[in-house]
């Protein structure tokens, strides 16, 4: 899962230009190395636009590499054409061809590609202990300020002048395909990640990154399975419509075992109590510590059993179910699913499905919304997805 970096790279696009000292008309791209001819003193570049340019550097040029997780120029070290590697992150500055298809390097800033694993590492790490996922129930524009359904409660997120934000695509919930975005673009009902220090009472956040999104949540049954493609077409029970699902490497399914189903569909009822006897996590499936030691979203640490209303942090119980594969299942099951919106809404790509949840739509028409939301994009890692 490839990761934005978001602080270290957009570092790198700050400071490259001022370690040139470039003429306001260079160019500057970003992206992975893909080779190296030392002969030829050129490096090949995949840029994230997605082109291939090729850049060619002299004596004259500046070769850079910045430490993982350093932001100051003055840390940037002089290295040579062979320190520069297959897999490395680069920001270069100088003179592009009139095709785009070279540039006259004046500058490279890399980043190796062990520093990008370090730096992915770091964020997954800061994601499972600051980040929060939640769907967004208000905004006020005026004060510039959020509020998202956590689990059972409603937190309000500050952002602030250096927040970053950025939007997922329309066929994929990764972070690497999201695309830099505003506050303005936020909208109620969105799913959003927020990475920043919570308050003691963990009512706010002081946000730091904001990824948001807009997720189809459904109850649907399979109609047909395609294990070789990775599809399958099932029938939305609230539309009476068939659409395809695709499944892919980042899709996460999971199976509730009858038990665990028949728990959840009396917690989800209506009339349920709120004290949640009888639910998850209350000496049963599901109980004990949260998900990989995370805090929960609460605030109030890690582990715990899960009180406080029909919400709990079902998605922690989510989270430690055994995955399941596309073989799993059959025709006639029944399926909960987090999907993308789809550029065409008839094929769509699973985020969340969660399987074995017939007590669960016969208990409670609301279960989908309150399941999915509190799982979806659910886990740790705005160091990509996150």
């Known amino acids: ?33 893909t080779g190296v001819n030392a002969g030829a003193k050129q490096i090949t570049v995949k840029s994230d636009k997605g082109d291939s340019i090729v850049l ?36 270069a500055s100088g ?9 006259d390097a004046r500058t490279v800033l890399i980043m190796s ?4 694993a370090e730096v992915k590492k770091r964020e997954a790490e800061d994601w499972l ?10 905004i006020d524009p005026a004060a510039k300020t959020l509020t998202i359904k956590v689990g059972s409660r409603e937190v309000s997120v500050q952002p602030g002048d250096k927040t970053v934000y950025h939007r997922y695509s329309l066929d994929s919930a990764k972070f690497a395909d999201a695309k830099p975005s505003t506050f303005a673009e936020i909208k109620v009902g969105d799913q959003v990640r927020v990475l920043g220090d919570k308050s003691t009472d963990g009512a706010s956040i002081k946000a730091e990154q904001i990824v948001a999104g807009t997720f189809r949540q459904l109850a649907a049954t399979i109609e047909s399975i395609d294990a070789a493609t990775g599809e399958m077409k099932v029938k939305d029970l609230a539309t009476k ?19 665990m189903a028949a728990m959840m569909a009396r ?41 406080g209303g029909r919400g709990g942090d079902v998605g922690a119980m989510l989270d430690r179910l055994p995955a399941i594969h596309l073989t799993d299942l059959k025709n006639g099951d029944a399926l909960m699913v987090s999907t993308t919106m789809g550029s065409d809404p008839t094929k769509v ?8 949840v017939e007590p669960l739509l016969t208990a409670s028409p609301s279960a989908v919304r309150d399941i999915m939301s509190g799982w979806n994009l659910g886990g740790g890692g705005g160091g990509e997805g996150n």
């Open 1 to 33: 899962m490839k990761s934005f970096l978001f602080i270290t790279l957009s570092a790198l696009a700050t400071c490259a230009p001022a370690w040139a000292q470039a003429p306001a008309a260079a160019s500057r791209v970003t992206g992975t190395v």
């Open 56 to 91: 060619n550097t002299t004596d004259k040029s500046f070769l850079l590499r910045l430490p993982p997780g350093e932001t100051d120029t003055k840390k940037a070290v002089k290295i040579t054409l062979s320190d520069v590697g297959d897999g490395d992150r680069l920001v």
């Open 95 to 103: 003179q592009e061809s009139a095709d785009q298809k070279t540039m």
């Open 113 to 116: 590609k062990s520093d990008v």
């Open 129 to 138: 202990k600051r980040g929060s996922t939640g769907t967004v129930t208000a």
């Open 241 to 259: 419509k068939s659409l395809t699902i695709r499944v892919d490497s980042e899709s996460t399914m999971k199976k509730l075992d009858p038990q």
């Open 267 to 307: 917690r989800y009822a209506p009339g349920a109590q709120a004290d949640g006897r009888g639910g998850p996590g209350a000496g049963g499936p599901g109980g004990g510590a949260g998900r990989s030691g995370m805090p929960r979203p609460d605030g109030q640490g890690a582990g715990g059993r899960m009180g």
């Open 349 to 356: 790509t699973a985020i969340m499905l969660l399987a074995g």
